[in-house]
């Protein structure tokens, strides 16, 4: 399922802005503070609704989908998803399965199935029993994904997944998303994990757009210098061929 933002103008912060995430994309906004990444997010997962422009999920227009209607599409994780009570890794990620659920109505073993799957998929079935405030960040982020996946989205929605998380725990958040194999948008601050995971960058500057393309087509010294005011060199990664950055300050000599 493909998502499109169409002109999308949030006073002071995004000006028509237009970007377009095809069926299985992993597409990636890049840019510095400020520059309008979340705001876009918050406008794809509904939380925030443009003062002009549309935003398409599916070719419907978002707004006009009922809200468990386009939750069973789309399903987001947020810089401010948190659990306040100790709920279990499994009652979490049974939160998941509520927009397809009537009210008040029981979990049945479909839901049950669809959530066994979503933790298989994360590599956190050993955590089923566990309460989530004893987790680990890159545990918790892990199982927050598995909510978002037990929504058998087609579309996920992702600010800043690897905030906080270590080396390691940056890379399996991510490959656990590419392996998800559903249309993704996300926001992330590393240039070389986007370069890395995503299919097709855009890069936002002051709630507009400065680039867009492929990795390769995007990441080139002279816009990383414009936009991020740093000094990048572009080298190949040994073993996937993917362009990453070696940084230094624009006052270095070169």
């Known amino acids: ?52 422009g549309t935003v398409l999920l599916g070719g419907d227009e978002l ?17 401010e998803s948190s ?6 890794v499994t009652e979490i990620v049974a939160m998941g399965r509520i927009p397809h659920q009537k009210p008040f109505a029981r979990e049945t073993g479909e839901d049950e199935r669809h959530c066994a799957e979503a933790l298989r998929t994360v590599r956190a079935e050993h955590l089923a029993t566990r309460g989530f405030q004893t987790l680990s960040g890159g545990e918790r982020q892990r ?8 929504q058998r ?45 995503c ?19 995007v990441l080139r010294p002279e816009l990383i210098a414009e936009i991020f005011g740093v000094r990048a060199d572009l080298v190949d990664h040994p073993r996937t061929g993917t362009p990453q950055l070696l940084y230094s300050t624009i006052e270095e000599n070169p």
Do not use: W
Request: glycine letters at 6%; aromatic letters at 2%; proline letters at 5%.
């Open 153 to 197: 989205p087609r579309v996920l929605v992702l600010d800043e997944p690897t905030n906080h998380l270590d080396v390691r725990h940056q890379l399996e958040v991510l490959d656990t998303v590419r392996a998800a194999g559903v249309t993704v948008l996300l926001a992330l601050h590393d240039l070389n994990l986007a370069a890395h995971y």
């Open 1 to 52: 399922m493909h998502l499109e933002l169409d002109s999308v103008t949030v006073p002071a912060i995004l000006h028509g802005l237009t970007l377009h995430a095809g069926e299985g994309e992993i597409v990636g906004l890049v840019g510095p503070n400020g520059s309008g990444k979340s705001t876009t997010l918050r406008c794809a997962y509904r939380a925030l609704r443009p003062a002009t």
């Open 63 to 79: 707004e006009s989908l009922h809200p468990k209607e386009s939750a069973r599409r789309l399903a987001a994780l947020t810089q």
């Open 199 to 217: 299919d097709r960058l855009y890069v936002l500057r002051s709630g507009a757009l400065a680039a867009s393309g492929t990795p390769a087509e």
């Open 83 to 88: 659990v306040t009570h100790d709920f279990t």
């Open 143 to 150: 199982v927050l994904i598995a909510r978002a996946l037990a």
